[in-house]
């Protein structure tokens, strides 16, 4: 299989075949048919997990999302409802309700769950933050806390979470640890620790090293590889290297190769990848340019999973316009996903269907 992958994705560094398959906007692809347009999940059969980035609010109040959230992937990640200002809005009640429903769903529709996140240092939870800048909460007794935070959370999934993204965006664009809340108050040895926590609490989940900016070969890519043999000199139990994959037409992107080059260094230490975080946004309106333009940017990122050995796991954060956390982020950019606002597919779509079909 992985030879066919491999020699399948060279090829298709050399022609698009997106051509040939129905224009954007037409229907959902019909499950089970022989066409070339069929889901993505369908397409990237045992090969590869196909996933999205779940919107809870989404997945319970409209009925065309939830549908194609089960219908088109294999994969789902909790977009906001298993990061810790969910899970622990005040100090000592834990609130699983909504990433559960989001784990029930996964399980009707046959998917695989990526747990996200355990060490951040966004969407913390205010007790917890003013607690520190206080002085209420000191560096022995934090370290309490996130031991807990962590037992408790992969506690509560154990079993059912394939990868955890245990430590998330842990290093700045420079390559340096990030000034964060962890760092200042315990050192860098709370990643470490971080990873050992959750390996107790759930041996079985592969966990994860996971940014943003690290798709190729950059001081930042190289800091989280020096970071990577320096926890497996330690013994830290770290499965996989996550590229988040938040791409701007207006940037470029790096080739399939160098992306696949990048994640060979890393299982070269024995580490799984993924692309975890897919999107490419752009500055609006679209036209056809950027929006052709926009399938390679995902075009690149799958093949560079799909030519990499280790690589089986490509995640989109959100699968269309209608919901996405770009726009505002983002002032004046967006349309960064598969499917417009009304779920009608984009070229970005077709390439990857394109992809997935050739790949197989
Ligand atoms: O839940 C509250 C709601 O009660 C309130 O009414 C509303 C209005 O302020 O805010 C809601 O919280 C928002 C939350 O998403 C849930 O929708 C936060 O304001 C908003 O900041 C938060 O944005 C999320 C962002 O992470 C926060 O950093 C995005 O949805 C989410 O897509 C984004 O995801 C991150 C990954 O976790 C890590 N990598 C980068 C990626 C994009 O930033």
New binding site residues.
Partial sequence: MKVSRVAAAGLLAAASLYSVLPAAGSPAPAAGSSSPDRPLRELAGRQLLIGT?V?H?AYTSDATYRARVGTEFNSITA??VM?WE?VEPERGQLDFSAADELMTAARRNGQQVRG??LV?H??LPAWLTQGVESGDIDATELRGILRRHIIDEVGHFRGRIHQWDVA??VIDDNGQLRDTIWLRELGPGYIADAFRWAHQADPRAKLFL?D?NVEGISAKSDAYLALARDLLRQRVPVHGFGA?G?YGVQYGFHSASEVAANFARFEKLGLETAVT?ADVRMIMPTDNVKLQAQAQGYSVLLQGCLLARRCNSFTV??FTDKYS?VP??FEGEGAANLLDENFAAKPAYRELQAVLALAR
Avoid: I
């Fill in positions: 980035a919107d609010a977009e906001n990061k969910v996200h996140t951040w966004n969407q998330n965006e996971n943003y988040q938040h975080e954060w959100g956390w505002g982020w």
